[in-house]
């Protein structure tokens, strides 16, 4: 059905998908609590920028764009289901997940103690390899709002994690 309503050949979806997909579920997951989760986001929104292509300017960005809103809608609604079950049951023990390793506890807890907004940009540069005017057209922020955004996430994790080596 998608082919036949965008007039592309079966299967033209799959570069792109080939080409995003790692940096598409490492954003995800900066949202979402698990990976099962950025998965279904990255499904999702991945869906939603193949059928509504036609309207993109920047096609990287705006996939981006569509898994990042998908992300926040599925969060949203987990916070929206998990206020609703503790509102009708006693909280109930969660066990910790099993140790990371001590490097990958380190670089998560620093950039989990960066702002939201500090934290996506650093993804979407790092990690995803977008410019700052993809970022900008991503997060509805103008580009140099990006790029600062950027220096303040890398001059805090530099402190964060000189802090961390200095009490090893």
Request: glycine letters at 2%; one cysteine or more.
């Amino acid at each position: 059905m998608l082919e036949a309503e965008t007039n592309s050949p079966p299967h033209a979806w799959l570069p792109w998908y080939n080409r995003h997909q790692a940096a598409l579920l490492l954003l995800a997951r900066q949202y979402l609590a698990t990976t099962e989760e950025a998965q279904d986001a990255l499904q999702e929104g991945f869906v939603k920028f193949w059928q509504t292509r036609a309207r993109a300017r920047d096609m990287a960005a705006y996939l981006f764009m569509c898994v990042r809103s998908a992300a926040l809608d599925l969060r949203r609604s987990r916070v929206a289901r998990q206020a609703r079950e503790r509102a009708a049951v006693a909280p109930a023990l969660f066990v910790a997940p099993v140790e990371l390793d001590d490097r990958r506890q380190v670089l998560e807890g620093a950039l989990e103690a960066l702002p939201e907004e500090q934290r996506e940009v650093l993804v979407l540069k790092v990690w995803s390899e977008l410019t700052f005017a993809q970022i900008g057209q991503t997060l509805h922020i103008p580009a140099n709002t990006a790029a600062s955004r950027y220096r303040y996430a890398i001059a805090r994790l530099q402190v964060l994690l000189a802090s961390e080596v200095t009490h090893e």
